[in-house]
């Protein structure tokens, strides 16, 4: 985020923005649902599952990686990736936090 200027933004602001990026991507949310239905660790059934080419899937996990919702663990040639329970947590407190906020909507408009 080095143009945005992330030092004029408070810490949940910056936080929020960076998990929304990482999921603002529709093969990122497809990934995470497919994992979450399988409530298992998946190794190499995202390219069948989702269509998309191996280096493709593995561009949108590492994104999703770098954020910690998914952890992964190397068994044998394979990686395997589960949700992070505690990250996927703190995901869905930031958001409910970020929607809770607005308690009225002004009808302004």
Known sequence: MGVTKTEFFN???NRLAILLKALAHPARIAILQHIIK???CICNDLVEELGLAQATISQ???ELKTIG???GS?????ICYCINETVWQQAKDELNN?????TSVNRCC
């Open 98 to 102: 970020f929607f809770v906020d607005i």
């Open 74 to 78: 190397i068994e044998g040639t394979s």
């Open 11 to 13: 810490e949940q602001q």
């Open 60 to 62: 949108h996990l590492r």
């Open 38 to 40: 399988q409530n298992a």
């Open 69 to 71: 919702i998914i952890k």
